[in-house]
């Protein structure tokens, strides 16, 4: 069974249209006139237990209202949902035992508690264990550098200190389930890192399932050998991320720093490569892997340069990734999907 499954879901928003003024407001209480948004439209995947899968897609895809589904704050418009078995919308309470959520753009910590008091309050109502609990505290705020925040309430904590406060809250009853919406969102790279190595550490040791939506593709390479990509409610591409960079990731770069000032108007360059940038004694050579390898770039431009050094650049998952949000590549993975 499945950990995650959902089967065909749609979620359709109905909204009051008001026009504007106290006349809008008026007539739209008497007479109101519905806008309908489909936000998430023949929704079908599932997820493994222990799996860390990416949930990405441009702003407004769908990923929010999908995790709200899964939590059971939202009831689907249509379809099926099931998580560990449950249905997470009617069994809310026995779901909400088993899963962990962190909305980054907003806490759920008591704003006025300190942080031990709201981690306190948590271990109660989870009945967790004294031992167990002081077992978890010590170990949480070794590994996210909670410490010295123990005794700080949350609305004096800055934002990076508010999110690792919020992990430390959302993974202390050791749920099964972790749904993490941009959890990294406005952080600092330090902090990033921090929070990356916490969400690793737990999905190993305890096996979580981890769905983790962002909009920072470091996240997606450092925790997720699986994406799902999101486009308008559905699915567009479901796989490991590897296959996205192996098959869409056809240009590299080498970059060479030469021992003289370069004089670019005479370089000959090989068939499938272009010059990506220059300077006094550097170039960077972007090529198409498929029509040229490496080793041949470089044998064709070394003699031309006087190359002091030279590192081969990894095709670039962003610019991969904004290709497939352009559309560029819709019609091609789709067709991967349904090989
Ligand atoms: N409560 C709501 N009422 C009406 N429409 C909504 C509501 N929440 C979301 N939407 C709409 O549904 C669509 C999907 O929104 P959602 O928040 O799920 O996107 P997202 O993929 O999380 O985007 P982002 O990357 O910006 O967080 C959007 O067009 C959004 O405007
Ligand atoms: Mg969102």
């Known amino acids: 069974m499945p950990t995650i499954e959902?089967?065909?879901?749609?979620?359709?928003?109905?909204?009051?249209?008001?026009?504007?003024?106290?006349?809008?407001?008026?007539?739209?209480l008497f007479r109101p006139h519905y806008v309908e948004k489909v936000a998430v439209h023949d929704l079908s995947f599932h997820v493994d237990a222990g799996e860390v899968v990416g949930y990405i897609g441009v702003n407004g895809a769908g990923k929010s209202t999908t995790i709200k589904m899964l939590?059971?704050?939202l009831h689907p418009s249509g379809g099926s949902i099931r998580v560990l078995g449950r249905d997470p919308h009617r069994e809310r309470v026995?779901?909400?035992?088993e899963i962990g959520v962190v909305f980054g753009q907003r806490t759920q910590l008591w704003w006025d508690l300190a942080l031990r008091e709201s981690l306190n309050l948590i271990a109660n109502i989870y009945e967790l264990e004294p031992a167990r609990y002081r077992q978890l505290l010590a170990e949480f705020a070794q590994t996210l550098e909670l410490e010295e925040l123990l005794s700080v309430p949350i609305r004096s904590m800055?934002?990076?200190?508010?999110?690792?406060?919020?992990?430390?809250?959302?993974?202390?009853?050791?749920?099964?389930?972790?749904?993490?919406?941009?959890?990294?969102?406005?952080?600092?790279?330090?902090?990033?890192?921090?929070i990356r190595a916490f969400i690793r550490d737990q999905n190993q040791r305890n096996g979580t399932t981890v769905m983790l939506t962002t909009h920072d593709l470091?996240?997606?390479?450092?925790?997720?050998?699986?994406?799902?990509?999101i486009d308008a409610g559905s699915v567009v591409y479901d796989g490991p991320l590897s296959t996205i960079k192996q098959r869409f990731?056809?240009?590299?770069?080498?970059?060479?720093?030469?021992?003289?000032p370069l004089e670019?108007?005479?370089l000959i360059l090989p068939l499938g490569t272009a010059i990506a940038s220059h300077g006094e004694r550097a170039l960077e050579v972007r090529f198409d892997r498929t029509v040229t390898s490496a080793s041949q770039v470089a044998t064709a431009l070394m003699p031309q340069i006087e190359?002091?050094?030279?590192?081969?650049?990894e095709p670039d998952l962003e610019s991969i990734i904004k290709q497939i949000y352009a559309g560029t590549h819709t019609a091609a993975l789709r067709e991967e999907v349904l090989v």
Do not use: W
């Not at 979620?11 to 008001?18: E, L, N």
């Not at 026995?94 to 035992?97: E, G, K, V």
């Open 6 to 28: 959902l089967s065909h879901v749609s979620k359709v928003y109905r909204t009051i249209k008001k026009d504007s003024g106290l006349r809008g407001a008026v007539k739209a």
């Open 71 to 73: 939590t059971g704050i």
């Open 94 to 97: 026995a779901n909400a035992r």
């Open 158 to 194: 800055s934002l990076g200190q508010k999110m690792r406060a919020e992990l430390a809250a959302t993974f202390l009853h050791q749920p099964r389930v972790v749904y993490l919406d941009e959890p990294t969102i406005g952080l600092d790279v330090m902090v990033k890192e921090r």
């Open 218 to 229: 470091d996240d997606i390479e450092q925790l997720c050998q699986r994406v799902i990509i």
């Open 249 to 260: 990731g056809t240009f590299r770069s080498i970059a060479f720093e030469t021992a003289h």
């Open 264 to 266: 670019i108007e005479h």
């Open 307 to 313: 190359a002091i050094d030279f590192s081969l650049a």
